[in-house]
């Protein structure tokens, strides 16, 4: 068993990576994109969290989420969105990867991993730095060339908000940049 223990503090502001189970490419479905969708904001109208970025891959996602003063339970917010999830998805027929006998005796499902990750964030440079990765994920991912190109971001936000010109890391010409090193990059990416 490891020693992992989860950071929790009240009122701060997290990094989380979410993955589906088996890293089966659930989010090709704009079906499970709406489910996410909707599960997020009913768990923000219901339990408050401010999205601060996100960036929706096939099978995974990141964000960052700052929660309220005096609050740290991160948890059962993700337990609730997933299980909405979830719910919504096998109820539409949709399907599951596999799982274990395990898992399946303790009548889990196939949609998600049992667990999350999360990161605390330190201070702004911290912060700066993972909603960097975030939005440059999917180019990581060798699924688009420019951020601006990849929509299940919310970096288009940052753009219109004016923390990101909308060519920032932009190789529209076809060729492949390196994976930057996110600790010399500003928001602005000046």
């Given at each position: 068993?490891?020693?992992?223990?989860?950071?929790?503090?009240?009122?701060?502001?997290?990094?989380?990576?979410?993955?589906?189970?088996?890293?089966?490419?659930?989010?090709?479905?704009?079906?499970?994109?709406?489910?996410?969708?909707?599960?997020?904001?009913?768990?923000q109208a219901e339990h408050p969290f401010d999205l601060i970025a996100i960036?929706?891959?096939?099978?995974?996602?990141?964000?960052?989420?700052?929660?309220?003063?005096?609050?740290?339970?991160?948890?059962?917010?993700?337990?609730?969105?997933?299980?909405?999830?979830?719910?919504?998805?096998?109820?539409?027929?949709?399907?599951?990867?596999?799982?274990?006998?395990?898992?399946?005796?303790?009548?889990?499902?196939?949609?998600?991993?049992?667990?999350?990750?999360?990161?605390?964030?330190?201070?702004?440079?911290?912060?700066?730095?993972?909603?960097?990765?975030?939005?440059?994920?999917?180019?990581?991912?060798?699924?688009?060339?420019?951020?601006?190109?990849?929509?299940?971001?919310?970096?288009?936000?940052?753009?219109?908000?004016?923390?990101?010109?909308?060519?920032?890391?932009?190789d529209c010409g076809g060729g492949r940049v390196g994976v930057p090193d996110?600790a010399q990059i500003s928001v602005a990416g000046e």
């Open positions: 068993m490891s020693n992992y223990r989860r950071q929790f503090d009240p009122g701060g502001m997290f990094f989380f990576t979410v993955v589906t189970a088996g890293r089966w490419c659930l989010f090709l479905d704009e079906r499970a994109r709406l489910y996410l969708r909707n599960a997020i904001r009913i768990e960036a929706l891959l096939p099978n995974h996602l990141h964000c960052i989420w700052k929660l309220p003063e005096a609050d740290s339970d991160y948890s059962s917010r993700w337990s609730r969105i997933k299980r909405r999830v979830t719910k919504q998805w096998i109820a539409a027929g949709g399907d599951e990867a596999a799982i274990s006998k395990t898992r399946h005796e303790r009548r889990e499902r196939g949609v998600w991993q049992k667990r999350f990750w999360e990161h605390r964030v330190r201070d702004e440079e911290d912060m700066i730095r993972h909603v960097n990765h975030i939005h440059y994920n999917p180019v990581k991912h060798g699924l688009v060339h420019c951020a601006h190109a990849w929509v299940h971001s919310s970096f288009h936000r940052w753009v219109k908000e004016g923390y990101y010109r909308q060519d920032w890391l932009c996110f």
